[in-house]
């Protein structure tokens, strides 16, 4: 599925326009049918901090579990910011309501999970931030 933006732009784009905001998910046009994809971003250091490359390992992880497909991923050209775009699979709904309203509900989780792998990857139990539990932050 062409989309509308490469990941390489949206890594960039959330640099540029987003860097108050660590990690997230943003909803992305396709390009020719119109459909929807997740991106999903992080400015968070990605060439300079291990555990972000690890809260990406952790977030591709869950994605393929949900039976998500990764469309690409790309860095900003300083390599502090992230993206990956997935496909939402939202063809069952038949309306553009209905389409965009379980887009928005895909979002939500994969912005949730993003903040979960984070978690996990500056080791956070992962059995606690599963059940939704913050952890206590570590001196240090």
Request: aromatic share 8%; proline share 3%.
């Given at each position: ?6 990941p ?13 905001q660590?990690r ?27 555990r ?56 939500i989780?994969?912005?949730?999970e993003?903040e979960?792998a ?10 606690a931030?599963s ?10």
């Open positions: 599925m062409p989309v509308s933006v490469t390489v732009q949206m890594a960039t784009y959330v640099r540029q326009k987003c860097s108050s660590e997230g998910a943003l909803l992305v046009k396709g390009a020719a049918d119109g459909d929807l994809v997740v991106g999903v971003f992080g400015n968070d250091r990605y060439l300079f901090d291990k972000v490359v690890r809260e990406v390992e952790l977030v591709r992880e869950w994605l393929t579990a949900a039976g998500a497909r990764e469309l690409g991923f790309g860095l900003s050209p300083d390599g502090h910011s992230w993206a990956m775009l997935v496909q939402i699979d939202n063809r069952r709904y038949h309306t553009v309501g209905g389409r965009l309203f379980y887009a928005e509900l895909v979002r989780e994969v912005e949730e993003v979960r984070w978690l996990v990857a500056c080791g956070a139990d992962p059995a931030v059940r939704g539990k913050r952890p206590e932050r570590r001196a240090g």
